[in-house]
């Protein structure tokens, strides 16, 4: 069974920063892309970051560019969000997704995604 768990989310002042994990299981996801998106009240669920199985190519969206860091660990089925200077329209419930297809985490379409932790950021 194909799980991604996500961990790593909290309560944190503005201008800190959080590390978020998804470890996935079930399966070897190293050809896989695998992206975070997150989801405010009342809005919709967006894509934050990507990043393709290569580990290098990376795609940000513009409101978190040069402030959250996506990277991932093929030996260890696991890709982080490193997220510093936090602002508080940063808060949202933070998902783990993963495709054979990029394309797929683009239009949120992705077959596998997480349950979800909260990232919390007090002005």
């Known amino acids: 069974q194909v799980q991604l768990v996500e961990s790593g989310g909290g309560l944190v002042q503005a201008g800190g920063s959080l590390r978020l994990s998804c470890a996935a299981s079930g399966r070897t996801f190293s050809s896989d892309a695998m992206g975070w998106f997150r989801q405010a009240p009342g809005k919709e669920r967006e894509l934050v970051a990507l990043?393709?199985?290569?580990?290098?190519?990376?795609y940000y969206e513009d409101s978190v560019k040069g402030r959250f860091t996506i990277s991932r660990d093929n030996a260890k089925n696991t890709v982080y969000l490193q997220m510093n200077s936090l602002k508080p329209e940063d808060t949202a419930v933070y998902y783990c997704a993963a495709d054979r297809f990029p394309t797929k985490l683009l239009t949120r379409l992705a077959d596998y995604w997480g349950q979800g932790t909260q990232v919390t950021v007090s002005s």
């Open positions: 990043i393709f199985g290569d580990e290098m190519t990376t």
